[in-house]
């Protein structure tokens, strides 16, 4: 663990939490992002400034866009990007990604890793990197003005899960002594369908879109666009990805519970453990539908779940609801678009045979169907 070398994929908010975090730790990082523009605040400060949680400019060793220097630089590739890029970020590191090395989608949303290692797959069969998927991204955060991020809280308990299963603990022996917050999840049935942003992201703003789009109006998005009605329809919502899960023999918490559970949030309702909940006070709502919390929380995070609904016989008439109105509003169709249980090539599975797949997998490590 003390001569491992990590790289991070994503100069975002929570891609410079990541990078600075595993600098301030003494590791050797390198950052990567497709565009210059997002590496120039590192290359100017002399590394990741931080503040909130951590104080300071963290020195990063290599910032590139060069995605072939990212890559044989690390043991761990960390990508922290929106989900919705996972497919063609899979396709451009496919031919570049050694044996056992890990690559860990930061979050995975829902199907995170099946998406990415089948894409891996296509292009390179055989390869046996080990692709990982979080149930959510480890930290609280946001850009600071000017460049830098401002490090509000680190997430308490993060489940963690390779495909397959069985090499979740190889994972774990690399990095859950770095970030002891990660833990071993079942598999990534567990983390896909333990995915908070889909509960909590898409249908506040959705809701809340007049107040979005009215440019002299700013707002609190979770302390005051979560009111107790919108918190009872998130409820709703929340009880279908349970009840997905369930089908598919999965045990998950609710948005409730899992709020207390890594936050330290209290309440009985959602709408109370929202609001009890500190990091989330000073966070402030999009300016705009055009924003993550739709366009990879819808693709990536609802359309999969009602997706996995209809392979296990379970409706889900509130996420249906939410998905059009998205289609809708934003005049895109994210069925079409987003992940489903054809394009994640499961389709053709039973039940019993997408269990034993996410558990076992290929006896050798290989990323091949059974």
């Given at each position: ?14 891609g410079?939490a990541?990078?600075g975090?595993?600098?301030e ?5 390198c ?23 951590l104080?300071g400019?963290?020195a ?21 990007v929106?989900?919705h ?8 590191v ?29 292009r390179?069969p ?6 990982a ?33 069985s090499r979740?603990?190889?994972?774990l ?21 333990g995915?908070?942003?889909?509960i ?8 809340n879109?007049?107040?979005?789009e ?36 999965v045990r ?9 559970r890594v ?15 500190p ?13 993550r ?18 392979f ?7 996420i ?28 053709s ?5 997408l ?16």
């Amino acid at each position: 663990m003390s001569n491992c070398r990590f790289t991070v994929i994503g100069a975002g908010a929570g891609g410079l939490a990541m990078a600075g975090h595993l600098a301030e730790k003494g590791f050797p990082v390198c950052v990567y992002n497709r565009s210059e523009a997002r590496l120039r605040s590192i290359r100017d400060a002399g590394g990741v400034r931080m503040r909130g949680l951590l104080e300071g400019v963290f020195a990063i060793e290599e910032v590139t866009t060069c995605m072939d220097r990212a890559i044989d630089f690390a043991d761990v590739v960390f990508v922290v990007v929106p989900a919705h890029a996972h497919l063609a970020l899979a396709a451009q590191v496919a031919q570049e990604l050694r044996d056992e090395q890990i690559v860990v989608l930061c979050p995975g949303r829902t199907g995170g890793a099946l998406e990415f290692a089948r894409a891996v797959r296509a292009r390179r069969p055989g390869c046996r990197a080990i692709i990982a998927e979080a149930q959510t991204i480890l930290h609280t955060c946001r850009p600071m003005p000017g460049g830098g991020v401002d490090l509000i809280a680190a997430k308490r308990d993060v489940p963690l899960a390779a495909l397959p299963a069985s090499r979740t603990r190889a994972v774990l022996d690399e990095i859950g002594g770095i970030f002891p917050q990660f833990s071993e999840a079942e598999s990534i049935l567990a983390t896909s369908l333990g995915n908070v942003g889909a509960i909590l992201h898409p249908a506040p703003t959705l809701l809340n879109a007049g107040w979005i789009e009215t440019r002299r109006t700013k707002f609190l998005y979770y302390y005051e666009g979560i009111t107790a009605s919108v918190g009872a329809l998130l409820e709703r919502l929340d009880r279908e990805r349970m009840d997905v899960a369930d089908a598919l023999g999965v045990r998950t918490f609710s948005v409730c519970d899992w709020l207390c559970r890594v936050y330290g949030a209290e309440g009985t309702r959602l709408v109370d453990a929202i609001q009890t909940n500190p990091a989330y006070q000073d966070i402030q709502a999009p300016r705009s539908l055009q924003h993550r919390y739709i366009l990879e929380d819808v693709p990536t995070g609802l359309v999969p779940i009602a997706s996995l609904g209809k392979f296990v016989g379970v409706d889900t008439p509130v996420i249906d609801l939410v998905i059009d109105l998205a289609n809708t509003l934003c005049e895109v169709d994210f069925r079409e678009c987003g992940r489903t249980v054809g394009s994640l090539g499961v389709d053709s599975m039973s039940l019993r045979e997408l269990r034993g797949f996410v558990a076992g997998g290929a006896q050798d490590g290989a990323l091949e169907r059974p």
